[in-house]
């Protein structure tokens, strides 16, 4: 009898253990991050830097996108990208050899290191019903994009590396405030100084 209770004390003991393990193992998964997030820029050189405030305009940014878009792909674009309450991206979709136009629409969340991520909000093609993952990953092998913007279609959204913009003097740029509705959009500006 007295092995009996010994041995259902440690059967009890040992999945006690086992429920804290996983218990704590989920607990631990739930609070972790996403791993899904696309994260940049992690390379950052140590170099001492002074830091500019700059505050724009909505008419001012697309002329500097549409600069930005031209240089950094290298080829004609058959797409463009504007700023109205939103980040719109205009294009063409080629269906059974007809161009059929393609409009999609983002807001945008600034990130703590200054990029910004586009949410995917609305979209049309022409008539089609079609899903947006699919709609994204035709964008994302088709048009010339710049090395520094990342499509995700699985996320539906874009990630806009703007602090791996290869400015002049290697200076950097990281996004403050990008409040379209407001046109309320702050950068800071970070020359280097040594």
Do not use: C, H
Not at 169 to 191: A, M, P, S, W
């Amino acid at each position: 009898m007295l092995q009996r209770i010994k041995s259902w004390k440690s059967s009890f003991f040992i999945l006690l253990i086992v429920n804290i393990i996983i218990a704590l193992t989920v607990s631990f998964l739930i609070f972790l991050p996403n791993g899904n997030k696309i994260m940049f820029n992690k390379n950052e050189d140590e170099r001492k830097r002074v830091g500019f405030t700059i505050q724009s305009n909505k008419e001012d940014l697309n002329d500097l996108i549409d600069y930005y878009l031209t240089r950094e792909t290298k080829r004609p674009l058959n797409y463009d990208v504007t700023l109205t309450d939103r980040v719109e991206l205009r294009g063409e979709i080629t269906v059974f050899e007809r161009n059929i136009p393609l409009t999609m629409t983002f807001v945008p969340e600034v990130q703590e290191n200054g990029d910004v991520i586009l949410n995917q909000d609305s979209m049309s093609i022409g008539r089609l019903q079609v899903p947006v993952a699919m709609v994204l990953k035709y964008v994302a092998d088709n048009y010339p994009l710049p090395e520094w913007v990342t499509i995700s279609p699985s996320e539906q959204l874009i990630y806009v590396g703007i602090t791996e913009l290869k400015l002049q003097g290697d200076t950097k740029v990281k996004l403050v405030n990008f409040d379209l509705e407001k046109d309320d959009l702050v950068f800071r500006l970070y020359v280097p100084v040594e």
